[in-house]
């Protein structure tokens, strides 16, 4: 049962990356909107560049995760057939 549950949290498909990468995206712009409210000036536009910035580099390496993992796969099968 802990296993089916498990399944619902790895993320399979490049869509489903998609998916994650935007909520990402979406909670980030918005704690950058109130960053640059909080810290008016250069240091909110700071800010909000990091959270930007954040959010690029987790989604560059959730999909380098998936591609990674696709093409493990795929050697695993082809060693098998062989």
Do not use: N
Not at 1 to 9: A, D, N, Q, T
Not at 21 to 28: D, F, P, Q, R, V
Not at 38 to 50: M, V
Not at 67 to 79: L, M, N, S
């Amino acid at each position: 049962m802990l296993r089916k549950i498990g399944r619902l949290f790895v993320i399979k498909t490049r869509f489903e990356a998609y998916l994650i990468i935007y909520a990402l995206a979406l909670g980030a712009m918005t704690r950058g909107a109130h960053y640059t409210l909080e810290y008016p000036g250069w240091g909110g536009y700071l800010l909000f560049a990091a959270t930007a910035g954040a959010v690029f580099l987790g989604g560059a390496k959730i999909l380098d995760a998936i591609r990674y993992e696709q093409d493990a796969k795929v050697r695993e099968e082809t060693e098998r057939a062989d």
